[in-house]
């Protein structure tokens, strides 16, 4: 089965600038999840969606970051307006069952740098 | 809230020596425990995951990992390291509230490089 995938792979953008990052989990899985690391620090949950509807945005940072998932498919992550502080790797992972008994599946993730 | 704390940040080895990595965790209710692999340019891949049951899990690539409730730990093994298992290795975990579980809670991390 095709993995999850994330693009793009690198985005290098401009402080003020606004950026969108896209995730396509695995078909048929319904839970899909948006974790952020910074460098140096841990990989942070950020949010879950279980299909379309938001089922925990409390890894949030602020209202810069805006996820949405349309349709109940793939995932859009847009950062409006970017700081620094947003430079990172943006990783995506889907779950048919939330991880009760088959675990999550992780995407490549999305290198955002913010100059 | 949870956490995870994972021993060292680096390991160094020799080909063929025996790897432990340390992994701790703070929750009280039931958990689920996994870890995660990242090879140079890879994405992060599931190397064993601990739901219930034998609290000795193998997984892939001759890794293994003990459970113990009592010392809230999830210790990553493998008996004899090679020059590939160089990566990045996380363990992290999950709660489960009310229906469903919450998203995974990450240690920072150990870089392990094998030297041949």
């Known amino acids: 089965e095709a993995g999850v995938t994330q693009f793009p792979s690198h985005s290098v953008i401009e402080k003020g600038q606004t950026v969108t990052l896209r995730c396509d989990p695995i078909?048929?899985?319904?839970?899909l999840y948006w974790y952020r690391r910074v460098m140096g620090k841990e990989i942070k949950f950020l949010l879950h969606f279980v299909k379309e509807s938001k089922q925990d945005e409390s890894g949030m940072p602020n209202n810069r970051f805006l996820a949405e998932r349309t349709g109940g498919t793939y995932s859009t992550l847009k950062v409006q307006p970017a700081e620094l502080e947003d430079s990172g790797v943006y990783f995506c992972?889907?779950?048919?069952?939330?991880?009760?008994?088959?675990?999550?599946?992780f995407g490549s993730g999305t290198r955002l740098t913010v100059v | 809230a949870q956490s995870v704390s994972q021993h060292n940040h680096h390991v160094i080895l020799s080909e063929a020596a025996s790897l432990e990595l340390g992994c701790n965790y703070s929750?009280?209710?039931?958990?689920?425990l996994f870890w995660y692999v990242q090879y140079p340019g890879q994405h992060l891949q599931l190397l064993l995951k601990y739901f219930s049951g034998d609290p000795l899990v193998k997984g892939i690539k001759g890794f293994e990992a003990e459970f113990i409730k009592s010392k809230f730990s999830f210790n990553l093994r493998k008996p004899s390291v090679q020059w590939s298992d160089t990566a990045e290795y996380f363990c992290?975990?999950?709660?489960?509230?009310?229906?469903?579980?919450?998203?995974?809670?990450f240690g920072k991390g150990t870089h392990l490089i094998i030297q041949p």
């Open positions: 992290a975990v999950n709660s489960y509230s009310g229906g469903g579980a919450d998203g995974l809670t």
């Open positions: 929750y009280g209710g039931t958990v689920n």
């Open positions: 078909s048929g899985h319904d839970n």
């Open positions: 992972a889907s779950s048919q069952d939330a991880g009760r008994n088959y675990g999550y599946t």
